[in-house]
C-alpha cells in the first residue's frame, strides 16, 4: 500500500488519515521529509540570482511541507498513544530532528542570503519574519567556528537523546508507582465511580479484584484530599514524589544532571553566562533579572500564607501535619469553614456538558462559532472525538480533537499541539488537539469532573482557540508558536468563563436529576476563592525556582547529586516547605527535561498570569461575555500569533503596559 504521508491527506482540512497510517509509513515519511526538506534548503541557498524576500524567505517559508506532514502526527502518537514500536522510532528519530536543525540554522550559504534581504519595501509582518529568522540563526549558532559548531552540534545530539530517554522513564515511572490496593476498604472517602475507576484500572494492568490508584504527573495526586487511611495517603503521597529518584532503570537523575551539563556548556558556547540567560533572551521577558525579580518578590508571601494555611490544618487534624494530610485537611476545612465539598460538586460537571454547554457555549457568546461533531473523520485512538468549527458566517475555520481520557500509552499532565497550522501563504486551515488525562468510568458511567479538571478543560480550549483563530501569512507564525512565555496567557484568560454566571448556569448541571448547581454553593465556591493560595502559590514558586536553579549554573558547578543539589536550592531561593514538596521534583519534571520546551521557562506560567489578570478586569469592565470583547481580543490578540511582538498585541488590547497589582491582588499576595 502507498504510504498516506507522502502525498497531501485528502481528508476534510489535511486532517491526517490515521485509519491508514502504519508505524512504519512514519519512519519512511519521516526521513524522505528530512531529504527533502535539505534539498529545498539547497536549492535556495544556490539560487544565482541576488536574495530577495520571495526567492528566501518565502521559498524558506513553503519548504518542508512533507516533513511538516508525516512529524506533526508522529509526535502526537509519541505524546498521547505511544506503543513500543512508536517509542523505539522515537529513541532513534529523535537525534535526526536535533541534527536537521543544525543543518538548517547552521547553514551559512542560508543565513548570508537571509541577511542580504532588503525589507525597505516590506509589509510590518513580512519583515519580522526576517527578522525572526536571523535572531534563530544568531542564537543556534551561526557565528561559531567549524570546531564551535561541531561541538554544538554534539551537545544538541546528545540532549535530544538524553531528552528522549528522560521522558519515556518518566512515562514508566508514573506507570510503576500506581498504588496497588487489596481491600475496598482501604479507598474509603473515594467517591463510588472512583472506587470502579480503580477496580478497572487494576483489571486492565491484570490484578482482578484489585484496586489501582494511577498517578497524574504533579507531586500531589487528585485522591490525597478524600482518602481518609492515612497510612494509604502516606503510602501513595511516597510513591509520587519519589518517581524518578530511586535507583534501578527508571531513575532519571542521572540523564537530568548530564542535560545541565550540555545546556550549562551551550550556553556558554553561544556566548551567554548560564542556559536560563539564553532562554529568556528568546521570551517576551526583557531580562532574567526580571523574572527572578518578580519570582523572588512573590516567594516570602507566597510562604507566609503556607504557613498560615498549615496553622489552621493542624488544629483541624488535631496532630502533626504532614505532607500527605495537607490536601486531606484541606479539603475538610473548606467543607467546614466554607461549606463547600468539592467531591459533592462532581455530579453538577459532567464531561459532555462541560464541553457542549460550558466551553463550547463560552466561545459561542464570545466568539459566535459553532461545534459539529464529525462522526466520520477518526482520530488515533477510539476515544479521541472530532469536531469541525464554523463561524458565524457557517465558514469552516477548522478542526479541533478531543483526547480526554488517561491511558498507558499516554504521557501524564494536560496539553494542546496542532496537526496542521493555520497559513495564508499555504492555503491551510487549523487542526488542533486537546488532550487531558481524566480516568475513564467504566462503560455506561458518566464522567464526573474535579474542579481542577474541570479547569484544565477550559484552559487546554484557551489554547485550542489560540490555534483556531489563527489568521497569519507565514506558518513560522501561526497560533501557538509564540514565546514559551507568553504562549498560557491567552488558555489562563480562558479559565474566567468557569464560573462566570451565564456559562456556570448553562453546564452545571447534576447529570442525573439535570438540577442546577445551587446559587448558594457558588456563592460559598466564591468566598473559598483564596483558600489554598498559600500552598498553590508556593508549590508553583518551587518548581519555577527549582528549573532556575538548575539552568543558572556554570558547567562546573552542576552537581552530581540531584537531590541534594533540590533540596539546597529551594532553601536558598526561600521556598522549601517541608509540607509542601515543589509541582514537580527533579525526577519527574518533564515540562524542563523531557523535550516540552520549558527548560528555563517555567516561570512562564506565573509570567503569563500578569497578563491574564490585567485581561480578566478588562473583560469584567467591558462587560464580560460580550460579542464585542470576544472580537476585540480575537482580533488584537488571539489571531495575530507571532505576527508582531506579542506584548504589542497585549498593549493594543488593554491600552497600556501590564502592571503586576491584579495578580497579586489574585492570589492573595498584597
Same mark, same amino acid.
Given at each position: ?102 543543518? &538548517? ?79 475496598? /476498604? ?7 465511580? =472512583? ?5 478497572? $484500572? ?48 527508571? =531513575? ?11 545546556? /550549562? ?15 529568556? =533572551? ?19 508571601? /507566597? ?6 494555611? /498549615? ?32 467531591? $459533592? ?139 514559551? =512565555? ?129 485581561? &480578566? ?54
Amino acid at each position: 500500500m502507498t504510504n498516506p504521508l507522502l502525498v497531501p491527506s485528502p481528508l476534510p482540512y489535511g486532517l491526517p488519515p490515521f485509519a491508514e497510517i502504519e508505524t512504519a509509513h512514519f519512519e519512511e515519511a519521516i526521513e524522505a521529509g528530512l531529504a527533502a526538506h535539505l534539498e529545498e534548503i539547497q536549492a535556495i541557498v544556490d539560487d544565482p540570482s541576488p536574495a530577495t524576500f520571495e526567492n528566501t524567505a518565502l521559498a524558506m517559508e513553503r519548504s518542508g511541507r512533507l516533513l511538516e506532514r508525516a512529524a506533526a502526527p508522529f509526535f502526537t502518537l509519541v505524546s498521547a498513544d505511544a506503543s513500543d514500536p512508536i517509542r523505539d522510532l522515537e529513541t532513534k528519530l529523535s537525534p535526526l530532528f536535533s541534527a536537521h536543525q543544525d543543518e &538548517v540554522f547552521l547553514n551559512r550559504g542560508l543565513f548570508e542570503r537571509f541577511a542580504s534581504i532588503d525589507t525597505a519595501g516590506c509589509d510590518a509582518e513580512s519583515a519580522r519574519l526576517v527578522e525572526e529568522y536571523l535572531k534563530e540563526f544568531r542564537q543556534s549558532g551561526i557565528q561559531l567556528d567549524a570546531a564551535g559548531q561541531e561541538r554544538l552540534r554534539a551537545i544538541n545530539a546528545e540532549l535530544a537523546r538524553l531528552g528522549t530517554e528522560f521522558g519515556q522513564r518518566v512515562k514508566e515511572g508514573m506507570k510503576s508507582a500506581a498504588l496497588l490496593l487489596d481491600d475496598a /476498604a482501604e479507598l474509603a472517602g473515594l467517591a463510588p465511580d =472512583d472506587i470502579a475507576g480503580a477496580a478497572e $484500572a487494576a483489571r486492565a494492568a491484570g490484578h482482578d479484584g484489585k484496586f489501582l490508584l494511577t498517578l497524574i504527573q504533579p507531586s500531589n495526586q487528585p485522591a490525597l484530599s478524600v482518602l481518609e487511611d492515612r497510612g494509604v495517603r502516606r503510602r501513595l503521597f511516597k510513591a509520587s514524589v519519589a518517581r524518578g529518584s530511586g535507583g534501578g532503570s527508571l =531513575d532519571v537523575l542521572d540523564l537530568a544532571t548530564s542535560m545541565g551539563r550540555l545546556r /550549562a556548556e551551550k550556553a556558554v558556547l553561544l556566548g551567554f553566562a548560564n542556559y536560563a540567560e539564553l532562554v529568556v =533572551d528568546r521570551q517576551t521577558a526583557p531580562d532574567f533579572e526580571s523574572v527572578q525579580s518578580m519570582l523572588n518578590r512573590m516567594a516570602p508571601a /507566597a510562604v507566609r500564607n503556607a504557613e498560615a494555611e /498549615a496553622a489552621a490544618l493542624a488544629e483541624v487534624a488535631g496532630h502533626p501535619l504532614e505532607a500527605w494530610d495537607w490536601a486531606f485537611y484541606s479539603a475538610k476545612v473548606r467543607r467546614e469553614k466554607y461549606d463547600v465539598d468539592e467531591q $459533592a460538586l462532581r455530579p453538577y460537571f459532567e464531561l459532555d456538558r462541560v464541553l457542549e454547554d460550558g466551553v463550547f457555549f463560552a466561545a459561542k457568546s464570545l466568539y459566535g462559532i459553532t461545534f459539529h461533531e464529525r462522526q466520520d473523520l477518526v482520530g488515533y485512538h477510539p476515544d479521541v472525538r472530532v469536531w469541525e468549527v464554523r463561524d458565524e458566517d457557517g465558514m469552516g475555520l477548522g478542526l479541533f480533537l478531543g483526547d480526554y481520557y488517561t491511558r498507558e500509552s499516554k504521557r501524564g499532565g494536560a496539553w494542546m499541539n496542532s496537526l496542521v497550522e493555520q497559513s495564508a501563504l499555504l492555503g491551510t486551515k487549523p487542526v488542533v488537539i486537546n488532550n487531558l488525562n481524566i480516568s475513564k468510568p467504566p462503560a455506561g458511567e458518566p464522567t464526573l469532573l474535579t474542579l481542577d479538571e474541570l479547569r484544565t478543560t477550559f484552559h487546554e480550549f484557551g489554547h485550542a482557540l489560540h490555534g483556531l483563530f489563527s489568521n497569519v501569512t507565514y506558518p513560522r507564525f501561526s497560533g501557538t508558536s509564540v514565546p514559551r =512565555d507568553f504562549v498560557e496567557y491567552p488558555s489562563q484568560v480562558n479559565e474566567m468563563w468557569i464560573m462566570w454566571p451565564e456559562v456556570l448556569a448553562n453546564y452545571a448541571r447534576h447529570h442525573a436529576t439535570g438540577e442546577p448547581l445551587p446559587e448558594e454553593v457558588v456563592r460559598k465556591l466564591n468566598a473559598s476563592r483564596l483558600w489554598g493560595e498559600g500552598f498553590a502559590t508556593t508549590e508553583y514558586l518551587g518548581a519555577a525556582l527549582l528549573d532556575l536553579a538548575w539552568h543558572v549554573l556554570e558547567p562546573s558547578e552542576v552537581p552530581e547529586d540531584a537531590l541534594e543539589f533540590e533540596a539546597k536550592a529551594l532553601a536558598a531561593a526561600g521556598i522549601a516547605h517541608p509540607l509542601i514538596p515543589p509541582r514537580y521534583r527533579t525526577g519527574y519534571f518533564q515540562h524542563v527535561f523531557a523535550g516540552a520546551g520549558y527548560a528555563a521557562g517555567y516561570y512562564s506560567y506565573i509570567w503569563s498570569e500578569v497578563l491574564d489578570a490585567e485581561t &480578566v478586569d478588562w473583560f469584567t469592565e467591558n462587560g464580560g461575555l460580550a460579542r464585542a470583547n470576544g472580537e476585540r481580543f480575537r482580533q488584537e490578540l488571539l489571531s495575530r500569533g507571532n505576527s508582531r511582538d506579542p506584548l504589542e498585541s497585549f498593549r493594543k488590547l488593554r491600552g497600556r503596559e501590564a502592571q503586576l497589582g491584579p495578580l497579586l491582588k489574585r492570589r492573595g499576595l498584597e
